[in-house]
């Protein structure tokens, strides 16, 4: 579950799917979540816990979420804990907020909470996209927030977005220096209708390409991370290379989104497909029940939507790795039965990984 | 095989996604096999944007019960 604590963000990212996705509802928001909200938050957590059998993974999201402010975001986790005693609850924060009392929080609550800062690198490598407000380089204090949060044992994850200008070594060198125990790689966000500037010919393999030179440094020597990414796809193609079957279940995972306001829409990065994109009855978790809202059939409906994949995705041999896509990446004209704009360099990456894993 | 092929992996990381398998057979045994292995929420909780099915996991087969 994403809950959007703050609206707002002291940052303007150039490829942020919130600020710059075809989603304008961000300014009609209030600018943090109220306190009925919160209240009413920590109720349904704890009733979709009893219910569904398993720990709810609450991300507290923006926005900067952090521009909540953190006592009230202490408030909001003690509640949490105190309810579901263990709820998986995480912090994507873009790093420019770092204190001692966020330090706390997170040592305090080490068993519940973990911390996950976006970063796309050193300084150069970072500032092509995310920048602050005014277009002022903010990275000084991200670095900041790195070696505090690292040094305090509590920096988990780092979420970074590819851009092929960088060179992939440098990346390999950032994730070495900066002491996080999980990188995920992410790929710039857009459709078949809003390509992103990092991706403007769906054909070229150049990302394919890119990611293949950055698992080349990362697999070849004993690592203290791990790349979420590579690790996946790694053991989708071990998996295919046995013959070894997953089974199917009747479940579906599905990410829900609280907006400050309340109102609860399906994962907030369809935001990048059109706008209101994510929105779903305009049903509120003040006043409607999440696990009712978690089965309605606007959201079934919704999820099967997305999940339907195209004739060319269904014929695929690397079907099971790549699962047809991130669906916002197969967006064309209301429909998700598209290859994902990335396809060509899944492709590009899966077979290269096959043979050096595989042959 | 092109040298754009080439590559050394290294046999911990060979190892590390053996254990990874094996991890993963295991939980087929396991009452909670889809639940478990389809968490998402990426490692150790943290948001993970590629938690549906981009990068692998259970296919989920239907939306009968959706979960958050």
Redesign the interface.
Known sequence: ??VKVASRCNMDCSYCYIYHGQDTSWKSMPRTMQPAVFDALVDEVAE?HQR??????V?F?GGEPLLLGISRLRDVVVALVHRVPDI???I?TNGTIYNSSLERLLVDHRANL?F?ISVDGFAPENDRHRIGLRERSVYHQIDATLKRSSQAGVL??I?MVVDIRNDPARIYQFMLASGA??Y?I?LQDGDHDHLPSGKLDKGAVDVGHWL?KL??L??????EF?I??F??????L??KA?G?Q???????????TVDTDGEVKQ?D?FRINRDGADRLAGENIVESA?HEL??SPA??ES??ST?ELSAQCTACCY?????????SHRAKGGSFRNPSIYCADYLYLFE?ME???CH | ?TP??E????P???A???A??KA??KL?ASV????E????????????????????????????????
């Not at chain 1, 569904?52 to 993974?57: D, E, I, R, Y």
């Not at chain 1, 790549?322 to 669906?327: H, I, L, T």
């Not at chain 2, 909670?32 to 639940?35: D, E, I, L, R, S």
């Open positions: 579950m994403v979709l569904q059998q398993t720990k709810p993974n991300v999201h998986s609850m995480s994507q973990t996950s988990d994850n979420l125990r999980h995920n992410l293949w698992f080349r990362y697999a070849a020597v004993p690592q791990r979420k990414l690790d996946d796809i790694s053991l989708s071990l998996k046995r070894i997953m089974p199917s279940s009747t479940y579906s995972l599905c990410t829900m994962a990065t999440l978690a089965n959201n079934r999820l099967k999940e079907l099971d790795a790549c699962g047809g896509g991130f669906p290269h043979r050096a894993l | 095989m754009d092929f590559v050394q992996l290294s911990e990381y060979l590390k996604i053996e990874d398998l993963g057979v087929l909670n096999a889809f639940t292995y389809n968490r998402g929420g990426g490692p150790g909780g943290s948001y993970d944007r590629h938690y549906d099915k981009s990068t692998g996991g259970i296919t989920p087969s239907s939306t009968d019960n959706a979960s958050t």
